[in-house]
């Protein structure tokens, strides 16, 4: 094992790579080129990152190429120590709404001039 490369590499480095083996897998694998493409990878330490993905049902779609994924940066940065781990993490304000009004209310918030076009037009949002 000690016999291994473990060259030095910058977390640039391994962005670049890493959007190269997406980049490669649009055409055979789109949902694995979305989930690379999405979030660049969180650095742990030096040799371990972490992929962030939005629910489980991605984790395990990630899991199935994990293995060609990490080996691929490990060839092209030439260290063989390289890590990466999942975890299911969500992103911003990812809440379930509970009805049309609920959503129409966060957008509001969101976007105020939607009541103004909701007055100035007089919509009725169908809630």
């Not at 000690?2 to 790579?17: A, G, I």
């Not at 649009?26 to 989930?35: R, S, V």
């Not at 691929?72 to 940065?77: A, E, F």
């Amino acid at each position: 094992m000690d016999d291994l490369p473990r060259e030095q590499f910058t977390k640039d480095k391994l962005v670049v790579h890493w959007r190269q083996y997406a980049f490669k897998m649009k055409e055979t694998h789109p949902t694995l080129f979305q989930i690379l493409s999405k979030r660049e990878p969180v650095q742990e330490d030096s040799e371990t990152y972490i992929l962030q993905v939005e629910n489980d049902v991605l984790l395990t779609h990630v899991e199935t190429h994990l293995l060609d994924f990490v080996d691929y940066l490990k060839k092209q940065l030439q260290n063989y120590f390289i890590q990466v781990k999942i975890e299911v993490h969500s992103i911003g304000d990812d809440k379930k709404f509970l009805s049309g009004r609920d959503k129409f209310q966060t957008l509001v918030r969101k976007y105020p001039n939607l009541n103004t076009l909701k007055s100035l037009f007089n919509l009725d949002i169908e809630y």
